[in-house]
């Protein structure tokens, strides 16, 4: 999820708790717990996304380095790719240097 996806999600769960709270004091009868529980949901889903999570993990593993070479065209610059066999993933870094260097 995108940054401002991850606002968007969170501006929308607290409208749903707020929303809760105004039909909880208006309705007596018990009303606005479901968006509570909806709220909670999209509150802990975001703030929990694999995604995000994944990105905030150590990078330290056993890179290898592979035979891949792509072109930066932002910056022109060629790139190498590093492979983690433990994990799967795949980071492409400036050529010279190396994964364990950085931290998202």
Known sequence: ???NGR???????GLA?????LMRVFNADGGG?????FAALIGLGTVFDAGYLAKRRDLRGAWQRTAE??????TGQILEV???PVSGGRRYLPT???PDQYRD
């Open 1 to 3: 999820m995108t940054a």
């Open 7 to 13: 606002i968007a999600a969170l501006v929308i769960a």
């Open 17 to 21: 708790a707020m929303g809760g709270v």
């Open 33 to 37: 717990f479901p968006l509570f529980v």
């Open 69 to 74: 070479r792509e072109v930066d065209h932002q």
């Open 82 to 84: 590093w492979y983690d």
């Open 96 to 98: 010279g240097e190396r």
